[in-house]
């Protein structure tokens, strides 16, 4: 049995003294309760570890495209490079036997083809196609269709 303390003739002060003080509760600890947990932690993980794979295999992927785009800019607006930084990248991108004998309109159709919103059908694109045999200075905009093809053209597949 509990023996209650002797209060009488203490002051306000003693009186607290007496208290005793309140036990405090074992920490809450931050390991997972359950296995389930351990499971879904390990799952997301594992998904947060694919997605990261997924995004490194496309920035390889893409590394042609890159390297396409860094020496359209040091072609500068010649019209013969251009034709064939785009020949290279087309041969890359595709199947050879797709690309390799493509030539004039052909060719055109098929840059416009692969790439939703490419317009080489116009008098830009055809100087592509003249751009081997004349001398004729490149129209500006040549140089952003070029660039436009190179970064959102849909690939068909190893070469």
């Not at 359950?34 to 920035?59: N, S, Y």
């Not at 159709?109 to 751009?131: M, P």
Request: glycine share 6%; hydrophobic share 50%.
């Amino acid at each position: 049995m509990t023996q209650i303390p002797d209060t009488d003739g203490k002051n306000l002060v003693e009186l607290l003294d007496m208290l005793e003080p309140i036990p405090v509760p074992d920490p809450i600890s931050m390991w997972p309760a359950t296995q389930a947990w351990t499971w879904l932690g390990a799952v997301v993980l594992g998904m947060a570890l694919w997605g990261a794979w997924r995004v490194f295999q496309r920035w390889q992927a893409n590394a042609y495209r890159r390297a396409a785009l860094a020496e359209l800019v040091q072609v500068g607006d010649d019209p013969a490079a251009i034709a064939a930084v785009l020949r290279r990248v087309a041969l890359v991108a595709f199947p050879r036997k797709q690309v390799a004998a493509l030539v004039g309109a052909e060719w055109l159709a098929f840059l416009d083809q692969t790439c939703d919103g490419a317009d080489f059908a116009s008098a830009t694109g055809a100087a592509l196609v003249r751009a081997p045999y004349t001398d004729e200075q490149s129209d500006p905009n040549l140089k952003s269709l070029a660039r436009h093809w190179i970064r959102f053209h849909r690939t068909g597949g190893p070469s």
